[in-house]
């Protein structure tokens, strides 16, 4: 027995080494940049440039002269042409965000979601009380839709590479299809392996 | 009777104001609503907050050197295991393939 502990005690010693993976918490406002791919960091500075921007524009304060109402929005499409998968909910989340957190822009729901809301209402007609049941037709019409495109343009050589992504939003007035506002932001990136 | 009759130029008013078009609106209008109407489907609510992917394949020489790489691996492993299951067929004893 004596003679395979060395052995035994080898064999724990490499197990035990073997799993030597490492996970710490860091701030959600840090940068790590690791292939150079787009990454969260990127999304941030997207989602707060564009906040930035649809906020501070005038497109707000002429609807609410013209109409004397807040103006409600729906998040359309985001079509992605660049190279790489992006999630374009990672920003278009935090621009809802702020519309809902300035109390300046009313948002509706849309999607997915909307259809769950109505699925909702469609089993309140049967299940719920009367007094309780939530009414057909009472939904709130969007005034403009929020929509967006993704590119992405590469140059590679050898072990380099530089990649483009601009992100454009764009919010169209849905009565009239008049574009009155577009917001962009623009991220380049040099990548040495 | 006065009453009937102011009832019933009330009504005419109320329907007259309600199916009113817009100064500038389009006459055929309700021609493209009927157009659309039927095109709000699933898909529609589907794409509503959602992210299309139209992406398209970059030319990157590491990424086509790393996918060389895994492609030949690959064979080497397909051709490993074909000769262990066909010996004869694939790893002839004689002839030109021999590998």
Redesign the interface.
Known sequence: MTRFLPFLLFAVLLIGTSCNRQVQRIETDTTVDLSGRWNDTDARLTAAELVTEIMGQPWLERHTSRTGKRPVV????????????????VF?KELEKAFVKSGRVRLVQ??????QIRRERADQQNNASQSTMKQWGLEVGADYMLQGSIN?I?D????K?VIYYQIDMTLANIETNEIVWIGDKKIKKFVK? | MKMILLTAVLACFLIGTATAQHSDQNPRAQEAYEAYEGKVDAKHAASLGATVDNTYQAYDPILIKEQRKRERIEFRRQLRLERARRPRIINPRWGWRRW
């Open positions: 729906i998040v359309g499409m985001v079509d992605n042409k660049s190279h790489e998968h992006i999630e374009a909910e278009t849309g999607g997915q979601k909307r259809e992405s590469m590679a050589y050898k072990r590479k392996n």
